[in-house]
């Protein structure tokens, strides 16, 4: 195992022994303010076997995954095209600028209220609310990628006499890529930090659901285990992603390694 | 075919009559199959003249034309190496050269052929597979060169290819460069402010003033080559020392100098 792995392993461990210490062994925080490590177990046990909040563990995760999975997809669909036509022609950027200047400052959560009014406490309204906080990274990332690309590699492109929609997938995409990643990235998490939200504002399933309903119920151990769930999706998928990037720069890695 | 011709060519960067006057009144004549080299001044707007071949840039007045086509956008037709290479950096060595051949639609059979054939001339069958940034300057430039030289065009645009190479590694290309060039003669506008490199690789040199540069003149390479018998001498060292090129390179460099001179006044 490598050795910057072996003490990863061995920090979270050691946290868990502090953890302990200082809720069960020495007692110094009362269960009522932070769960034990038993009681964060036993709740666990609980939400994956009869279920909590309105389902088990799985159903509530899938239903979690899911809505951040439709609503990046959404966000990336839209949102990266459109920093490419941004990016690409100063008259779409004039055009679309100034809407965004207007939309930006607006945070995401922000929208959860009129989501709800329009489309109820379904998937729908999560969905929107989680791509209109997703989209905002991708378009401008994805812009600031098209316009980083060196100018002669473009003017490359041009001598070489490159129809329209080569253009764009051999030349645009790829070069913009390192960026496109960067915001592929924030839009992940942006996604995740919204979805939790408006879970927990309404929602019959779901993470954000646990945390609201454990919250109510005074429930600490409840809500570490859907903490810790989150954490964990987050990290699985954020890692996913990376793996996608590491595959899909294959080339920058080399130009990277070559500038030392 | 391939004539490029400047006529009364003026380029003014900014509002006609306030912008920054890069060129004025440019005459030329580069006539098919000949190598041009223009050397100049920095600044004189020589990498300019260029662009307007290539249709980076639109004259101010006058006409830039191929072939008495005045040049309206970039094409095949006038292929360009640029000095910092410009590889596509997500393509591997095979995938650059094979871009612009895609591009006319030419047929994977008769692709293949043809990019394994520079491949070979150019010394790079081995790294056919490699991303540019695995290679050295000097590698991706014989790459650059077979990406233009594989499409067969007839105007061949090189905006100070060596600038950015060693010293060594600069000699090497450019003897590889005349090999290229005697084999497989092609129209060439060569960029550069490096006299000896003018001399060795060109027909004729075309040398500028400051901005707002002109043709200051206009020297005739090839035909003291041709008397002196310069293409038998196999290494560029050997052709240096002769004393004919001594000579036109100590013309040039005077004539550069009192560019220089003017420009401190």
Known sequence: MPRRISIGFATIFVVCIIWFLLTTGLGIIPSGRFPSPAETWSALIHVSGRGYGGGDLAMHVYNSLRLVVMGFLFAIATGVPLGLLMGWSRRAEAVINPIFLIIRP??????????????????????????????????????????????????????????????????????????????????????????????????????????????????????????????????????????????????????????G | MGVIQFSKVDKVFGPRATGFRALEDINLEIRDKEFMAIVGPSGCGKTTCLRMVAGFEAATDGVVSVDGTPIKRPGPDRAVVFQQFALFPWKSVYDNIDLGLRNQNVGRADREARISAILNLMNLTQYAKHFPHQLSGGMQQRVAIARAYVLDPDVLLMDEPFGALDAQTRVVMQEELVRLARKNPRTVLFITHAVEEAVYLADRVAIMTRAPGRIKEVLDVASIRNAENWDSYEKIEDVMDLESFVHLRTHIWRSLREEKAAQHV
């Open chain 1, 106 to 259: 607006i945070p995401p959560l922000a929208w959860i209220p009129l989501a709800i009014l329009w489309l109820g406490l379904g998937d729908a309204a999560k969905i929107m609310v989680i791509w209109f906080s997703a989209f905002v990274p991708s378009v401008i990332n994805t812009y600031a990628g098209v316009r980083n690309i060196d100018r002669p590699v473009l003017e490359a492109a041009y001598m070489l006499g490159m129809p329209k929609f080569r253009f764009v997938s051999e030349v645009l995409v790829p070069g913009a890529s390192p960026m496109i990643f960067t915001g592929l990235r924030l839009s992940l998490q942006a996604s995740w930090t919204t979805l939790v939200a408006a879970e927990l504002v309404g929602a019959f399933y779901g993470l954000g659901r646990v945390l609201n309903v454990a919250q109510q119920d005074l429930y600490p151990g409840m809500i570490l285990v859907g903490m810790i769930a989150v954490a964990i999706l987050g990290w699985g998928t954020t890692r996913l992603l990376g793996v996608a990037e590491a595959w899909a720069l294959r080339w920058n890695t080399a130009a990277l390694a070559a500038k």
